[in-house]
């Protein structure tokens, strides 16, 4: 079946350090991936897709490439700011034999940024 | 565009009882997702709809949780015979589209089952 893998958090940074956030999946077939965010009280958002390998997807500042040789799909930020304190998850979703998109979630990641 | 909205937003319910929670997508977003979500985890696919179709269901969790969506407006989740084991944070989101289109989350109805 198909499966997302998250780095545990949370993840404690200082504001203006990079990020790293670690997604790896397994799938049959051909995924598309997504980084979505859930900022504290709030809904899960999309924050950026890659539908096909080598494809980078790219969002307020926040970046992840398709990696298809690697299976991963990691979440870079250059510079995090306070603000950025969420809960992130990397998910992808590919399309099943009766012809459905089935989409799968990771666990989350917890990014928490001390001024 | 008022976004997704899902009622009720708590629900507290004993043991045995049915349930049933509603979404209210995205005006002409012809897609609507069920997810259930516990603590410290991703969302958990369960069902999903293009307009009054149910195209995929084999991801409920069992005989006891049910989706319709009557009139490709707004969809119900009914569980019957409530465990506690269904404690959880259930999500709707819908989109517009046919193929892997982005999805607008609702804020969920968190049940309780005591």
């Known amino acids: 079946g198909n499966s997302v893998t998250q780095m545990e958090g949370p993840v404690t940074l200082s504001e203006e350090a990079f990020l790293t956030i670690n997604c790896t999946y397994t799938?049959?077939?051909?995924?598309?991936l997504f980084w979505y965010v859930q900022y504290p009280g709030e809904g899960l958002q999309l924050l950026l897709k890659?539908?096909?390998?080598?494809d980078k997807g790219s969002n307020k500042g926040f970046e992840a490439t398709y990696r298809k040789e690697t299976t991963s799909f990691h979440l870079e930020k250059g510079s995090v700011q306070v603000s950025d304190s969420a809960v992130y998850f990397c998910a992808l979703s590919v399309r099943a034999s009766g012809g459905s998109y089935i989409p799968t979630f990771g666990r989350g990641t917890s990014l928490i940024v001390h001024p | 565009d008022t976004g997704v909205s899902q009622n009720p937003r708590h629900k507290i319910t004993k043991r045995g009882q049915n349930v049933t929670f509603r979404c209210d997508p995205i005006?002409?977003?012809?897609?609507l997702y069920w997810y259930r979500q516990t603590l410290g985890q991703g969302p958990e696919f369960l069902t999903y709809f293009q307009n009054e179709a149910q195209l995929e269901k084999s991801r409920l969790l069992s005989d006891r949780f049910s989706a319709e969506r009557p009139k490709g407006s707004f969809s119900t989740l009914e569980i019957q015979r409530t465990e506690q084991g269904d404690s959880a944070m259930y999500l709707c989101a819908s989109s517009f589209g046919t193929g892997l289109d982005t999805q607008y989350f609702g804020p969920g109805t968190r049940l309780t089952v005591l």
């Open positions: 005006s002409e977003h012809n897609r």
């Open positions: 890659a539908t096909k390998a080598d």
């Open positions: 799938a049959t077939g051909y995924p598309s």
